[in-house]
């Protein structure tokens, strides 16, 4: 319902008077002309009140004024011009003059602001009927910022949307967690449905939806939102729809972009002068001499140090990054035949750390076809490769390398041991040499049906049938080999292959109608699901040479081989009810049964109810008065549950694994138990989630947003809890533990200047959370080996306390008697909590937690004519990590070289902050942790849409070119490569790859429109 505005015309408002004086201005600038005539006119909306600061412009050119504060323009044109009249929130109104000198022009309201629909699952709905949390992130981010992947576009505009990119592999997917950790063991990450299809379990991942296909992305937060996915909504749901073919001639899109890559902050290693200080140091601590007598400590640094030669080893790891992107999209139809879209793209990235590669190729089809006034059907498919190949070098060991190491042998062969005889660190260009195998695949094909019984029989009216299916195919490939180039004089290689076969048929039956103020909404749903999947490895070593890799196993002197197969299930029913009366009263309650094969038969099966409640206050009467100044009030109070079972598909059952035993001078396969016990009384996981949430608007919606608070219990947590190993098990899951969730977000909207020829908006996101555990194994007692504590956050860092370094003069004083007896000069000097004169385990305390208190996010958009800037800034606040850059500051008793931003203690600078060279400086085992919270500048676009009168001139639609740089600067305090990633020592072999900095990038792009 439209509500009349009460304007109040004796006010004198700054920026009515700015109008007035802008108007006057470009009325006396105005050139007579002899074909001209002065047009005068008057603005208003439906209900007769003025319409203030309305742009009144000729077509096609930039000639134009403004409305005064009764709503007034004057404007000197050609007596046949035609007048483009815009206002924000209102619909644009061309006006042919035909020589009039007066005209009278009424804007109606943009209904698609009043009624946006938005996707809430398994349907749309108007976004002033939705009663559930729901965030739509700003089309601005996911068409106008060139990123890899959908998700690093959403990272810090979406409140309570908690996206980290750990590492910036080429390729890597970022991990999200919507409204806190929920659980302890079972998977935490959000259900992603594209076009209705999930690809979440399938084998699939984000990562295979190209972002210049996505014309909306919706993330429901709140149980009320989540429970009509029932099995799959505890981590809440993103909801991915793809853009669509029109009623309209055929269109052809290009979208590319080159941009260039370096490292957003150099972790660099310490410079010749700190390795002289260090191993000088080094040689005092252990009383011994150095390399013969001189200043280094290895044989090859010994001989580089004679001849003055010095390597860069980041130069030597690291390059200039270059990704580009080119999408070309083809699309339109007509109601009589069918809608199509069409896009193919392809993504290359040379990563900043030499050997790290990634390519995308991508095919999509999308096609809708009316085949009676009754039946529509359609097809949503899409094929996509990733490419990851090639031998990577180590980060990890590059910056362990000291200025004076060999990086190459005379005859331009890879050294093994840079420093020999250093043999602890190998060069970290050697996996170069290798070229390994990453390759995975997705092939879905997903189709639908639409059927309107009410074009078959107008008493139908509104009833729906909507028959979804998906299939997909995704498959990968791993395979490697290292032969003797790479000092493996054996030859050892290894083969993996996966496949994942998933489909899915969704039955959903709707019904919408109107009955006067009376609107009901139904929807049901029955659904199932099935996923297989296959996975088989192989390996070999002791290969009589390296000419054929991978490729004959059968030529290795050692054989292995294992394989693994997996079937997964899923039966759902869903049904929802949405009514409203006279759009200000709104209900919508929904039940979901869902069905898991994860869990034995009679855990299987478990119910979600939800309820929510809306009143859209200001379309109450008693609001009439107060249209002018708040134009939108709903308030939204919702509960609801949902499940997860997301755990290991056979943890219900006890299992046997196999192994290889040397007998009677044979193999034997033998059998032994798996070291997790079944249990068959486990069932769901299951969240109950209570939300309060404010929608408002005011000044014609200038100022906008919505706040929302909320808490969240899960209880019978699917923990994997130890058990005693004379058991003969080392875990079981069970149902136990409770986990709580707290808290509020913010997000509010602001047109702040909106003239003629410039604008300027905000937008402002804040969100924080609270994570208690409440129990773990129903006796209120804290898990001291996890780190899991009652009443505190699941992740947290339980450590010492660090108060400084023990001076020489303190050691001397016998200061460290009664409190650290052990306690040498350039010790860590920690904080005897319990005062027992003892450092040990009962001094440790709760210092913070990993995950971050709050967060926000801040954008400006500034735009000038066809010229726009955007600015978006985030900050992560509050969490804490271990820093294990610190935590080795005795560089593995002289072993390796140390980052340029570290000192260390000695009796000459008697450092309070730096500890002692000495491998026994930091007996305690102190951790380092420090706060990673950070702000940083995340990106910057500047673009330019050609006139359509250049664009018309050269023969195409629309033109756009623009700019953008991401990661540009972060503030923080924390020392390392970056606040937000993963820096995993020596030792963690299987992770060094993802020891990969975050970058800074600068792109250029070029969006064309034929």
């Keep these: 319902m ?131 949390a729901l965030t739509s992130v700003p089309k601005d981010r996911l068409s106008k910022l060139p990123v890899t992947n959908v998700l690093q576009a959403i990272q810090g505009v979406a409140a309570g949307v908690n996206v980290t990119q750990f590492s910036s592999i080429p ?177 290359s990235q040379k990563g900043v750390l030499e050997g790290y590669n990634y390519k995308r190729y991508s095919i999509r089809t999308n096609l809708d076809m009316d085949v009676t006034k009754y039946l529509t059907v359609g097809t949503t498919s899409y094929i996509v490769s990733h490419n990851r190949d090639g031998g990577r070098v180590n980060l990890l060991n590059a910056a362990a390398m000291s200025p004076w190491a060999r990086p190459y042998e005379d005859d331009g062969s890879l050294t093994r041991y840079p420093m020999y005889s250093e043999s602890l660190w190998e060069n970290p260009l050697l996996d170069t040499l290798t070229n390994p195998e990453r390759r995975n695949w997705n092939i879905s094909v997903n189709g639908y049906a639409d059927l309107k019984f009410g074009d078959l029989w107008k008493p139908l009216q509104g009833l729906k049938y909507r028959l979804n299916v998906g299939f997909s195919y995704v498959t990968g490939r791993d395979n490697s080999y290292t032969g003797q180039n790479v000092f493996d004089e054996a030859g050892t290689a290894s083969i993996a292959n996966s496949e994942d076969q998933s489909w899915i048929a969704e039955n959903i039956l709707s019904y919408d109608r109107d009955f006067g103020k ?87 099966y478990a119910t979600f109810p939800s309820i929510a409640l ?27 549950e949902s499940g997860n079972e997301g755990i290991n598909k056979y943890a219900t059952l006890s299992k046997m694994d196999t192994n290889s035993l040397a007998m009677g001078g044979q193999s034997l396969t033998t059998m032994n138990v798996n070291t997790t016990m079944g249990n068959l009384d486990l069932g769901w996981e299951t969240t109950r989630m209570f939300n309060f949430g404010i929608d408002f608007g005011l000044w014609d919606n200038r100022i906008n947003g919505s706040i929302d608070a909320y808490t969240s219990n899960t209880r019978d947590l699917l923990l994997r809890r130890g058990l005693p190993r004379i058991t003969g098990y080392a875990d079981v899951y069970q149902n136990i533990g409770k986990v709580k969730n707290t808290g509020l977000e913010i997000t509010i909207n602001s047109r702040n200047i909106v003239t003629r020829d410039f604008t300027w908006g905000t937008n402002l996101v804040f969100a924080t959370n609270s994570n208690k555990l409440q129990d773990l194994y129903g006796n209120k007692t804290d898990d001291l080996g996890n780190r899991w504590f009652i009443g505190h956050p699941v992740g947290v860092i339980y450590d010492y306390t660090m108060l400084g370094i023990w001076q020489q003069e303190e050691i001397d ?120 919270s950070y702000t940083t500048i995340k990106d910057i676009t500047l673009s330019y849409n050609f006139p359509k009168k250049i664009t018309d001139a050269i023969g195409i639609g629309t033109l756009q070119v623009y700019a953008s740089g991401r990661n540009l600067y972060t503030f923080t305090d924390w020392i390392g490569w970056d606040p937000e990633g993963r820096d995993d020592l020596r030792g963690n072999t299987d992770y060094w790859e993802i020891n990969y900095p975050k970058t800074r990038s600068f792109i250029f792009g070029l969006n064309v429109t034929f």
């Design 2 to 132: 439209l509500m009349k505005k009460q304007k109040n015309r004796n006010t004198s408002r700054w920026h009515e008077t700015l109008f007035v004086l802008i108007g006057a201005f470009l009325l006396s600038v105005t050139t007579a002309n002899a074909q001209n005539l002065t047009v005068k006119g008057n603005v208003k909306d439906i209900n007769g009140e003025a319409i203030v600061g309305a742009s009144v412009v000729r077509q096609g050119t930039s000639h134009g004024t403004i409305s005064d504060i009764d709503g007034n323009f004057q404007l000197n044109v050609p007596a046949d011009a035609i007048l483009v009249v815009s206002y924000v929130g209102y619909e644009n109104q061309t006006v042919n003059v035909n020589g009039r000198s007066f005209v009278s022009v009424t804007l109606n309201e943009d209904a698609a602001l009043i009624d946006e629909v938005v996707v809430v699952g398994y349907g749309t709905q108007k976004k002033s009927d939705v009663t559930g």
């Design 171 to 347: 390729g890597e997917e970022p991990s999200v967690m919507v409204r806190g950790q929920n659980s302890i063991n079972a998977s935490t990450a959000p259900y992603i449905v594209v076009d209705g299809i999930p690809i979440s379990q399938t084998g699939g991942s984000i990562s295979d939806i190209n972002p210049n296909d996505i014309a909306s992305m919706e993330i429901l937060k709140d149980a009320s939102a989540t429970a009509i996915y029932g099995i799959n909504g505890a981590n809440g749901v993103l909801l991915i729809t793809t853009k669509r073919g029109t009623d309209d001639k055929p269109t052809i899109r290009y979208n590319g972009y080159v941009g260039f890559e370096n490292i957003a902050h150099m972790m660099a290693p310490g410079g010749t002068d700190q390795m002289l200080a260090r191993y000088a140091e080094y040689s005092r601590i252990q009383s011994s001499s150095l390399f013969q007598g001189s200043p280094v400590r290895n044989e090859y640094e010994f001989i580089n140090y004679e001849a003055g030669r010095t390597v860069d080893w980041m130069d030597l790891v690291t390059r200039t990054g270059v990704i580009t992107d080119h999408n070309v999209t083809i699309s339109g139809g007509n109601k009589s035949a069918a809608r199509y879209y069409v896009s193919a793209d392809y993504m």
């Design 518 to 604: 009376h609107h009901i909404g139904f929807t049901g749903v029955y659904a199932a699901k099935r996923i297989k999947t296959r996975w088989v490895s192989a390996g070999g070593s002791n290969f009589p040479n390296d000419v054929l890799g991978w490729n004959k196993l059968s030529a290795a002197g050692t054989e292995s081989a294992d394989s693994e197969t997996t079937l997964y299930t899923t039966l759902s029913q869903m049904a929802r009810i949405n009514y409203s009366y006279d759009s200000r009263y709104l209900l919508t309650a929904s039940i979901r049964r869902d069905g898991t094969s994860v869990f034995a038969p009679e855990r299987k």
């Design 614 to 640: 809306g009143w859209n206050v200001t379309n109450e009467a008693f609001m009439e008065k107060t249209a002018d100044v708040l134009n939108n009030l709903k308030l939204r109070l919702s509960y609801g």
């Design 813 to 932: 004083a016998g200061l460290h008697h009664g409190w650290d007896e052990q306690a040498q000069p350039g010790d860590v000097k920690l904080a005897d909590l319990d005062g027992n004169g003892l450092i040990n385990d009962d001094d440790r305390r709760i210092l913070g937690q990993t995950s971050p208190k709050w967060t926000g996010g801040l954008t400006n958009t500034f735009t000038y004519k066809d010229l726009s800037l955007s600015v978006f800034i985030q900050t992560v606040q509050g969490s804490m990590a271990n820093n294990h850059q610190l935590s080795v500051t005795s560089d593995e008793q002289g072993r390796r070289n140390a980052p340029a931003e570290i000192g260390f203690w000695t009796p000459e600078n008697k450092s309070n902050e730096w500890r002692s060279l000495s491998n026994t400086s930091n007996r305690h085992s102190y951790g380092y942790p420090r706060d990673n």
